[in-house]
């Protein structure tokens, strides 16, 4: 197993490569998607939360991410010792539509084609997304961990519709009419998903990258007036099930898993990879189920990391491990510490169960 780190957009400098590089990371998995523009939130913050009006504006619809800007991250990562691992989240303006079965789903699919060929041509293999209309929404943040660290958590769902012009948890048309997203079934929105996969799968195929299914986060059956996909660990073999395509997999993710309320992190992390599709995986703890949650330092939690990497190591899974989150500690530099804390962690618990 490989040990990597997640950096958003206004992270991915030459001086987060280094520290990466200097906590024993080999690997950075890149998100592209500028999260913090125009939210409620500063770019100081650990991860974005936002409230009723999301995360903040999507990017430019009429912009995918180009060959020369993919390859560019490459080169810069490779400077400091490290390699792209994957790319995490479309950016909601390139697929606002595929999500929403709206009139430019043709277009964006299309869109979604280039960009994992242009990944193919860049070198980096694998993309991460979460097919959600509603996104990771609902979260608060308070000093939920050891120490009174601020971290992330979730106290109730949230079931306000969507406003027009929004999805994924941000804001992809600021001059939408009012009103709210039409509601749809379970079942409409698992059809939505299999004609993305059975389009998009073979293009990945070719291109070499493998697209890794984020579970549902908070994994409630339904937010903000609409369905979720994979909320309990069985519906990850559903998505599996709908494309037996190679090139379909998991980003699979401890801590949201860990919250559901059916199944067992063990079992699934078993299951999961001795079947080999998981391409890369989110190693976090929480204490609490839904309704109700709490993020916590990685020693702290109600899941035994040792026990979920003995696992993977029986199984043969030799990909990427990230802290996809961290507490924030009570420094200077508080994003730094946390992540350094759980890195740290996480290296002398890979040296533990190899020896």
Known sequence: MKLGLGLYRHALTPENFRFARQCGCTHIVAHLVDYFNGGAHSKADDQPTGGKQGWGYAGDRDKLWS???LASLVKAAAQEGLEIAAIENFDPAHWYDVLLDGPKRG????GLKTIIRRMGQAGIPC???NFSLAGVA???SGPFARGHAVAVGVEAGDNTPIPNGMVWNMVYDPLAPSGTMAEITADELWLRAKR???ELLPVAQEAGVQLAAHPDDPPFATLRNTPRLVYQPALYQKLLDLNSSPCNGLEFCIGSIAEMTQGDVYEAADQYS????ICYVHLRNVRGKIPSYRETFIDEGDVDILRVLRILQ???FDGVLIPDHAPQMSCSAPWHAGMAYALGYINAALAAIRA
């Open 274 to 277: 001795r079947q080999g599709k």
């Open 196 to 198: 993305f996969l059975d």
């Open 127 to 129: 993309m991460g997304y």
């Open 314 to 316: 029986k199984n043969d």
């Open 67 to 69: 060959l020369e800007e």
């Open 138 to 140: 609902g979260r608060i």
């Open 107 to 110: 277009e964006q699919m299309e």
